[in-house]
């Protein structure tokens, strides 16, 4: 028994010495991205950009798509979701692989800004120091604005206001709901999911954000249908 505890306090002990690694090492990522360029700098220039589309410039609905399918708890958690993350562990084990980060809105715009795409543990440790930063100093309405205006949508379009040109040759107040419903789904994998692909897994795609629209009660599954049937 006492050699059992032996081990157990051992391998404890490894555990703590690789988390309080994998932490410091992750901090360190995040300070030296300040340090190149500062949060408010870095708001800045995006907010400088010509193509810089308002908040209040959006859709209603397409705003709604975006956080149902992306984060349906963004206007509850500081930054960084504790529920989501322990799905994304459980599912993560469950394949034997880092599958799903269990990311929010916040976490995705500090990817899209300051980190690359890689999948490594201590990048993810430096997006939820950015997030908590990002969130102690900006609105939720000026994050999710800045998310909509950095975010991929594939065929080379950045930001909302490209993609709707792009895509659908208008501004993006004027995307209907069908357009906007299908859009929101796109930056979750944009090389699959691009408008001009014809594989038909866009179209799948918004089936999973209206999906998501009615599992939280932001349109009704009849209005989901009504949509569907657009084009």
């Known amino acids: 028994m006492k050699i059992f505890k032996r081990i157990v306090g051992v391998i404890l002990i490894i555990i703590s010495l690789i988390c309080i690694y994998l932490i410091g090492t992750g901090y360190s990522i995040y300070r030296q991205a300040l340090k190149e360029q500062s949060l408010e700098q870095k708001v800045n220039e995006i907010r400088e950009k010509y193509d810089y589309t308002k908040i209040n410039e959006v859709p209603d609905i397409y705003k ?13 958690h500081k930054g960084v979701d504790p529920i989501s993350i322990g799905r994304a562990i459980v599912r993560d084990i469950s394949a034997m692989s880092f599958v799903e980060g269990g990311s929010t809105l916040t976490q995705q715009l500090c990817k899209n800004i300051y980190f690359t795409q890689e999948k490594k543990i201590t990048r993810k440790i430096a997006e939820v120091f950015m997030a908590w930063n990002l969130e102690k100093h900006y609105e939720k309405d000026e994050i999710l604005e800045m998310y909509i205006n950095t975010a991929y949508y594939g065929s ?7 993609a709707a040109k792009g895509y659908f040759g208008k501004e993006p107040k004027d995307m209907n709901e069908y357009e906007c419903t299908i859009l929101a789904g796109v930056p979750n994998a944009p090389s699959v999911y691009a408008l001009n692909n014809k594989n ?32």
Do not use: P, T, W
């Not at 709604?64 to 509850?76: C, L, Q, W």
């Not at 080379?156 to 490209?162: E, H, M, T």
């Open 64 to 76: 709604k798509a975006v956080i149902a399918v992306e984060d349906h708890r963004f206007y509850k």
């Open 156 to 162: 080379g379009y950045y930001g909302i206001k490209q």
């Open 200 to 231: 038909g897994l866009a179209k799948q795609r918004q089936k999973q954000v209206l999906n998501s629209m009615v599992a939280i009660n932001y349109i009704s599954q009849e209005k989901s249908n009504e949509i569907l049937a657009m084009q």
